[in-house]
């Protein structure tokens, strides 16, 4: 996969709200982290069925990168490793990355659509991407609003599309490319 300017952009801000604690690399710990606070965000005891699920593949996550991207067996992945990895063919089309990513998006849904309509409210937006990605609440605000359209609720298969859009689209007005907010 050729990694473009605009796709380096966008792998550098994605990296970044991994980077839980700011020091410059992905590890374990940052997934772990993240975990805990979405879970708690919504109120979940760690013992509940979908809190154990999210954190599970969580860790599955941080494994299949890992796998990939931590070239020196550190244990902590690099933005350059990062990068490297989607170079080397991490997500090679729209339809792999799915396979990868719908189990995770749907392990996301199951905690933070707490009515279980398939759908976000903005307040659901928030938390959730808050919480696990560390995007501020009016990024969050800004982001639902350009995801979602006309309606004041998110369909998953909307946030799926714009996930798609995120890595794959080169077009900077896709609504997929605002996903995490400015690149910036």
């Known amino acids: ?3 473009t300017a605009f796709l380096d952009r966008k792998l550098a801000r ?3 709200t991994y980077d839980s604690d ?3 690399f ?3 710990e940052d997934f772990t982290q993240a975990g805990e606070r979405t879970t708690k965000a919504f109120g979940l005891a760690d013992d509940d069925p979908k809190a154990v699920r999210f954190h599970s593949m969580l ?3 941080w494994e299949q990168l ?3 991207a931590d070239q020196d067996h550190s244990g902590r992945i690099s933005i350059d490793e990062y990068k490297k990895a989607f170079a080397n063919g991490l997500l090679e089309t729209p339809e792999s990355f799915e396979e990868g990513y719908v189990p995770f998006l749907d392990a996301v849904m199951a905690i933070a659509d707490e009515d279980g309509d398939g759908k ?3 307040e659901e937006h928030v938390a959730w991407t808050g919480a696990l990605m560390n995007l501020s609440e009016a990024d969050a605000r800004m982001i639902h609003d350009i995801l979602s359209g006309d309606d004041e609720l998110m369909p998953a298969d909307a946030l ?3 996930i798609r859009e995120f890595y794959f689209s080169e077009d900077p007005a896709a609504a997929g490319n605002w996903l995490l907010g400015s690149l910036d």
């Open 120 to 122: 976000l409210t903005v």
């Open 22 to 24: 700011g020091d410059g």
């Open 1 to 3: 996969m050729e990694i």
């Open 59 to 61: 860790i599955g996550l």
């Open 66 to 68: 890992s796998s990939v």
């Open 160 to 162: 799926l599309e714009a």
């Open 26 to 28: 992905i590890e374990r």
């Open 14 to 16: 994605r990296f970044r």
